[in-house]
Nanobody, 125 residues
Framework: QVQLVESGGGLVQAGGSLRLSCAAS????????MGWFRQAPGKEREFVAA????????IYADSVKGRCTISRDNAKNTVYLQMNSLTPEDTAVYYC??????????????????WGQGTQVTVSS
């Protein structure tokens, strides 16, 4: 079992930055890949970024590439999503997820076994 708790969301103006955090507990954090997804109002949940066990491999959705950075601190059982140059199109509930069956990151939602409750990010124009 893995429990995930996101934090760091909020209201920010366009062009601003936010850093989301996801604290994990339960299974050894350094043994599974992690991902971030988001769901905007009226839209399906979509992939944002993912990171391997070691942090050495990261993948990003085209929509956030160059603006977002995913990282992890295995000693703190936490994964982060640094988001810069935010636009109103980034407004969504952001979820972190754990893929306990893989070391390498996946873009597929079905790969992930555990999900957090989500944190709201709202970007005003």
């Amino acid at each position: 079992q893995v429990q995930l708790v996101e934090s760091g969301g909020g209201l920010v103006q366009a062009g601003g930055s936010l850093r989301l955090s996801c604290a994990a507990s339960g299974r050894t954090f350094g043994s599974y890949a992690m991902g971030w997804f988001r769901q905007a109002p009226g839209k399906e949940r979509e992939f944002v970024a993912a990171i391997s066990v070691s942090g050495g491999t990261t993948i990003y959705a085209d929509s956030v590439k160059g603006r977002c950075t995913i990282s992890r601190d295995n000693a703190k059982n936490t994964v982060y999503l640094q988001m810069n140059s935010l636009t109103p199109e980034d407004t969504a509930v952001y979820y972190c997820a754990a893929d306990v069956q893989r070391f390498r990151p996946s873009v597929l939602q079905d790969s992930y076994d555990y999900w957090g409750q989500g944190t709201q990010v709202t970007v005003s124009s």
